[in-house]
C-alpha cells in the first residue's frame, strides 16, 4: 500500500513538473516540447549538431532573444576573444580591427603622428624621447615636457593610449598641444603637423666616462635590424671599450629581425628550431653575408620583461659564447605565433609552434594557477636585481641604473672580445 502511494505521488509530482513547464506551451495550443518531457524521466538529448552550428545558433539566439539590444559586431568579436581565452594561452589573442591596426604599426614601427614616445603621468602625458628629425622636434617639443592639452581639451587623468589615439592623425594634418615645461611659469603652446614616423627601436649613447657604448634596443619590428647596425656604427667612432645592448622591457617582435641582427654576429649558424603540432621541425639560420667585427666584449641586459624575439637574441648569443646576460631573468616566452588577418580588418595570432635555441633547454615559462611565476625563461650569467633603495632608477643612467652599472663593471673586468 505504501509502495502504491510512493509511487503514485511520484508520478502526481512528475505531473506537476510536466505541467508548470509545459503550461505557457499549453495556453499558445501547443504541446510542451519532447525535450523537456524526456529532461524530466532523465533522458539525454543526443545532438547531431556539430559545434559550428550550435556556435551559430547561440549567436543568433543571443541577438534574436537576448533582453536587450546586442550589437551583432561587438558579440561576434566577444566570441573571438572567448575561443582564444579558452586556450588557456595568454600569446593566442583576437584583435579587432583597432587594435588589430594598432599591432601592425607595432611591427612595422611605422604610423602618422608627430614622433614622440609618451608615458604616463597623473597630470596628462609625460614626453619620453623626442624623435630626432621629426615634427615634434622641429615644433620644439622637449623630453620631459608634460602634455595637459590635446586641441584645447584636458587630458587630465586620461589613460595614456587615448591620449596617444588623440595625438596621432591623418598625414599632413595639425594637432595643437599644450605642455607645462619645468622651469618655465607659463604653459607652452605647440602646433604640430602630422608626418608619416619611422619610430625609433635601437637607439645608442657614448658613456664617455667608461668607455662603453650603450644601445638600447625597444622591440624587434622591421627598421630595427638597419637602425641597429647605424647605432653600432655610431658608436664605433669613439674608442669603444665595450657594448651593452639593453633588452629589458622589451616584448619582441619578428623572428626575421632577429635572426638578422643575429647575423652581423655569427655566420650561418642555427639560431632557433621550431617544432610544429604534427611533428615536423623548422630550423632558422643566420646568414652568411651580415656578420660585423666586434672588437669589444659585449654585455645584454635583461628582465621579465624581455620576451619573445629578445629571448632568442639574447639566448642565441649566450649559446655560441658572444655575450655576458646580466640582470633577471626573461620572461619565457618560448612559443612562435603568426597573424591571420580576417576580411573585416580585424585579425588573430594564434600560437603555431615551439621554439627551442641551440644549445639551451626549453625555457618556457610556467606560472600557478593564479598566474604566479614559478619557473622558465632565460638565466642571466649575472644576476642582478634593479634596485630601488637609494633613488629612483633611470634606465640608461648609470648613475641611477645599478644593472647598467653592473654591466659596464663586468666589461671592463673583460677587456678584448673573444674571437
Avoid at 510512493?6 to 513538473?17: E, F, H, K, P, W
Avoid at 587623468?157 to 599644450?178: C, F, M, P, R, T
Avoid at 615559462?365 to 636585481?385: A, H, N, S
Wanted: with cysteine; glycine share 10%; charged share 25%.
Amino acid at each position: 500500500m505504501n509502495a502504491t502511494k510512493t509511487i503514485a505521488a511520484g508520478i502526481g509530482l512528475v505531473g506537476c513538473l510536466a505541467f508548470g513547464f509545459g503550461w505557457r506551451d499549453i495556453q499558445h495550443g501547443k504541446l510542451p516540447p519532447v525535450r523537456v518531457i524526456d529532461s524530466l524521466f532523465g533522458v539525454k538529448a543526443v545532438s547531431a549538431a556539430s559545434p559550428e552550428q550550435i556556435f551559430k545558433q547561440s549567436y543568433q539566439r543571443i541577438l534574436s532573444s537576448y533582453n536587450r539590444p546586442v550589437k551583432a559586431q561587438e558579440l561576434k568579436y566577444a566570441g573571438m576573444e572567448g575561443l582564444m581565452a579558452s586556450l588557456g594561452d595568454p600569446h593566442t589573442v583576437f584583435f579587432p580591427p583597432k587594435d588589430a591596426q594598432a599591432f601592425l604599426e607595432e611591427t612595422h614601427a611605422n604610423f602618422f603622428g608627430v614622433g614622440a614616445r609618451l608615458q604616463t603621468d597623473p597630470l596628462g602625458a609625460k614626453v619620453a624621447t623626442v624623435f630626432e628629425n621629426g615634427p615634434a622636434s622641429a615644433a620644439g617639443m622637449k623630453k620631459g615636457d608634460l602634455i595637459t592639452t590635446v586641441d584645447g581639451k584636458s587630458v587630465l587623468g586620461i589613460d595614456i593610449d587615448l591620449i596617444v589615439d588623440k595625438i596621432k592623425g591623418a598625414e599632413g594634418s595639425v594637432v595643437h598641444l599644450s605642455v607645462v615645461r619645468q622651469g618655465v611659469p607659463k604653459p607652452v603652446q605647440l602646433t604640430i603637423k602630422r608626418a608619416r614616423i619611422v619610430a625609433p627601436t635601437a637607439e645608442s649613447q657614448y658613456l664617455s666616462d667608461s668607455g662603453m657604448g650603450y644601445l638600447q634596443v625597444t622591440s624587434f619590428a622591421e627598421p630595427t635590424m638597419m637602425q641597429f647596425n647605424q647605432e653600432v656604427e655610431k658608436l664605433e667612432r669613439n674608442p669603444l671599450k665595450g657594448l651593452v645592448i639593453d633588452l629589458r622591457g622589451n616584448p619582441g617582435g619578428l623572428l626575421e629581425t632577429a635572426v638578422d641582427m643575429l647575423s652581423m654576429f655569427v655566420s650561418d649558424k642555427v639560431a632557433v628550431k621550431m617544432k610544429f603540432r604534427d611533428g615536423h621541425e623548422e630550423v632558422a639560420k643566420t646568414r652568411d653575408n651580415l656578420q660585423h667585427e666586434f672588437k669589444y666584449p659585449i654585455a645584454i641586459l635583461m628582465n621579465e620583461d624581455s620576451a619573445s624575439a629578445a629571448e632568442i637574441f639574447a639566448g642565441v648569443l649566450k649559446d655560441y659564447g658572444k655575450v655576458t646576460l646580466v640582470g633577471t631573468h626573461s620572461y619565457g616566452k618560448a612559443s612562435v605565433q603568426n597573424v591571420f588577418p580576417m576580411v573585416d580588418n580585424s585579425s588573430a595570432k594564434i600560437t603555431i609552434a615551439r621554439y627551442y635555441l641551440p644549445f639551451t633547454p626549453f625555457f618556457g615559462r610556467t606560472v600557478d594557477q593564479d598566474g604566479v611565476f614559478i619557473k622558465g625563461g632565460l638565466e642571466p650569467d649575472v644576476k642582478v636585481d634593479l634596485d630601488w633603495s637609494k633613488v629612483e632608477p633611470v634606465l640608461g643612467e648609470p648613475a641611477k641604473d645599478n644593472q647598467l652599472q653592473r654591466a659596464i663593471e663586468i666589461l671592463k673586468e673583460k677587456g678584448p672580445a673573444p674571437k
